[in-house]
């Protein structure tokens, strides 16, 4: 149980352009989702939380105007990378929650913004 | 620097060799989590540990916590290929589950 699934795994795009990146908890309702980014030999750094049916809470230095998340459902939360720069290339990994205290991982989305 | 650091940073055994990675926080710890990833995937949950001198088994892989040292400690026996991977330990930071994890383990099992 707890399979936690992304879309796509992988995207490349040109700079300038906006994509969307799906996470859903496929067999339980996530309460809560997170988003994280994760450059290579690095480790994952917690770019926002989000609650169905609220607005995200983002940490600080993320731009909530560049990566919109929308949750909403118990069961998908989006990433929206708006206007994507080759700096914004990473590995966007989610992760998903029901009120316990473990954090379900999803696949990971690895970007690549030319 | 960072609230969880990890060492050693990398790795490298020889099939069936045991091996311990540790967790170091400069925070109290109340809870860890470990988790395996495997490059350009996701995150395997491992285990959780909650209570001071809590100790968990899974398969071959045993972790403790110890809340006075503010460490945990990973320990893999007889390793094999199939536990190569970065092992990343995780601690509870703030509401809604918020997870802040450590620097990472990369572990490479050598047939």
């Known amino acids: 149980g707890a399979v936690v699934s992304q879309h796509p795994s992988w995207v490349i795009c040109k700079s300038g352009t906006s994509v969307k990146i799906e996470c859903r908890s496929l067999?339980?309702?996530?309460?809560?989702m997170f988003w994280y980014r994760q450059f290579p030999k690095q480790s994952l750094m917690l770019m926002a939380t989000?609650?169905?049916?609220?607005?995200?809470?983002?940490e600080q230095g993320v731009e909530k105007d560049k990566f919109l998340i929308n949750h909403a459902s118990l069961t998908l939360s989006t990433l929206t990378v708006t206007s994507a720069h080759p700096e914004d290339s990473s590995f966007y990994i989610c992760s998903a929650s029901w009120g316990g205290e473990t954090q379900y991982f999803g696949p990971g989305t690895r970007l690549l913004v030319l | 620097s960072q609230e969880l650091e990890q060492s050693p940073q990398s790795l490298i055994v020889q099939e069936g060799k045991n091996l311990t990675i540790n967790c170091t926080s400069s925070?109290?710890?109340?809870?860890l989590y470990w988790y395996k990833q495997k490059y350009g995937e996701g995150l395997i949950f491992l285990m959780m540990?909650?209570?001071?001198?809590e100790e968990k088994s899974h398969e071959k892989i045993t972790a403790k916590l110890d809340e006075k040292k503010q460490q945990s400690s990973l320990h893999i026996t007889a390793s094999q290929p199939s536990h190569a991977g970065i092992y990343l330990c995780?601690?509870?930071?703030?509401?809604?589950?918020?997870?802040?994890f450590g620097t990472g383990t990369k572990l490479q099992v050598i047939p």
């Open positions: 067999d339980f309702q996530a309460t809560t």
């Open positions: 989000s609650n169905e049916g609220s607005k995200a809470t983002y």
């Open positions: 995780g601690r509870n930071s703030g509401g809604y589950q918020k997870v802040t």
């Open positions: 540990l909650q209570k001071g001198g």
């Open positions: 925070k109290t710890l109340y809870g």
